[in-house]
C-alpha cells in the first residue's frame, strides 16, 4: 500500500482559520497606515500650494490666491469646500489656474479652514493668515495643520492648530 504525502482537510482548515483570524487583527493596523498616508499626501499637497503661490506671488510681484474650490475650476467662498479640492491662480486671473489639487479623498476624513482664501501678496505685503487641518475619525491627536502666517510663510503643524476638530 502506498502512502501519499498532503494535507488533510482538517490540517488545511485549521490553517485557514489561522490566516482568517491574523488578518483580521491586521486590518485595523493597515487602516490607521492608509489614514496616516493619505493625510501626509493631503498635507504636503498643500504645504507646497502653498510655497508654490507665495514664490508665485513675488515671481509676478501681484497676488495670488490658494482657494477652495468644489469643482477645480472656480474658487469656492465655502470654507468646507476644502474637503473637495483647491487651486492656485492668479487674482487678476481668475479663470487660470496654476495648480490644483484634491482635497480629502478619504470619505472618513475632511479638511477644515477658516478661511475659503489665502491671498498671498508680492514684496512683504500682509497676506492672509489662517489654518487649513485635516481631521479624520482618530479625533484631535491625529490632526495635522497647515498654518500661514500674515507674512505668508506656510509651516506644517501637529494637532489642528486653532481649529476644532470634530469627528467626521
Not at 469656492?76 to 482635497?103: I, K, Y
Not at 482618530?138 to 501637529?158: K, Q
Request: charged share 25%; proline share 6%; net charge positive.
Amino acid at each position: 500500500m502506498e502512502r501519499h504525502a498532503g494535507m488533510t482537510l482538517i490540517e488545511l482548515l485549521t490553517v485557514l482559520a489561522l490566516v482568517a483570524i491574523l488578518a483580521g487583527l491586521a486590518v485595523p493596523a493597515l487602516e490607521g497606515l492608509l489614514l496616516d498616508a493619505r493625510r501626509a499626501a493631503a498635507m504636503d499637497g498643500l504645504l507646497r500650494a502653498a510655497w508654490f503661490a507665495r514664490t508665485e506671488a513675488l515671481r509676478r510681484g501681484a497676488p495670488v490666491l490658494l482657494c477652495a474650490s468644489a469643482d477645480g475650476l472656480r474658487c469656492a467662498s465655502d470654507p468646507a469646500a476644502w474637503s473637495f479640492g483647491w487651486r492656485v491662480t492668479p487674482d487678476r486671473e481668475p479663470e487660470l489656474t496654476l495648480r490644483r489639487g484634491t482635497g480629502a479623498v478619504d470619505p472618513r476624513a475632511r479638511l477644515l479652514a477658516n478661511r475659503s482664501t489665502f491671498r498671498f501678496e508680492p514684496h512683504d505685503r500682509r497676506s492672509t493668515n489662517g489654518t487649513l487641518a485635516w481631521c479624520d475619525r482618530r479625533g484631535a491627536d491625529a490632526a495635522r495643520a497647515v498654518v500661514i502666517a500674515p507674512t505668508g510663510r506656510p509651516r506644517l503643524e501637529r494637532g489642528a492648530g486653532a481649529l476644532a476638530c470634530e469627528v467626521p
